[in-house]
């Protein structure tokens, strides 16, 4: 299923590139098996099951050992060369390279490994009612990522900066924002 509202299209991106990055000496984060499949392969499968090829995953400093992980998984890579900034640059990096015609974008960190396609599928159905509110993850007392950002919340993506994720959007009390219960955005790979 395509994540379309009334012929407007949302775009995912699914964020895999921060910090952690660089202290890897084994393994790299984004594919240690969960459930016995690689982390990354795992999540975009998700994101893909509800928005088709409609996503877009942002990598950092290990794109070249993590590209060939992706198979033929229908998604648009981007790869975020400031990464090392924190996690305003990947988020940014994404969205510049959302379509004009774009009026939402779902950000999902890609180590949120316990957000499934349905979780997702919950996140759109809410946003296509009330497309000019952000819709987040409701848990642990307060609104986390994976988030549905309206295009008029872009500027204010794009002006993030240094270890500044969305977070601080969904904190803001001028925020329109709806919450969807989701306990599983609190389960990830640390």
Do not use: K
Not at 107 to 131: C, E, F, K, Y
Not at 143 to 154: G, K, N, T, V, Y
Not at 164 to 190: D, E, F, H, K, Y
Request: hydrophobic letters at 50%; glycine letters at 8%; proline letters at 8%.
């Amino acid at each position: 299923m395509r994540a379309y509202m009334n012929g407007t299209e949302l775009q995912f991106i699914v964020l895999a590139a921060d910090a952690r990055e660089a202290a890897a000496t084994t393994t790299p984060w984004q594919i240690v098996p969960v459930n016995g499949v690689p982390l990354l392969p795992l999540m975009l499968s998700r994101a893909t099951a509800v928005a088709g090829h409609a996503v877009t995953l942002v990598l950092g400093a290990n794109a070249r050992e993590l590209a060939p992980a992706l198979g033929r998984l229908p998604v648009a890579l981007v790869v975020d060369r400031n990464w090392e900034e924190g996690a305003a640059a990947p988020i940014r990096a994404g969205v510049l390279a959302l379509a004009g015609s774009c009026s939402g974008a779902l950000l999902l960190h890609a180590a949120q490994s316990g957000v499934t396609s349905a979780d997702l599928q919950r996140l759109v159905d809410l946003w296509r009612r009330n497309p000019r509110a952000i819709v987040a993850a409701q848990c642990g007392g307060g609104h986390e990522l994976p988030a549905i950002f309206p295009r008029s919340e872009f500027p204010a993506l794009l002006r993030l900066s240094g270890s500044q994720g969305a977070r601080i959007l969904l904190r803001s009390p001028n925020a329109t924002l709806t919450g969807v219960p989701m306990p599983s955005a609190l389960v990830g790979v640390p």
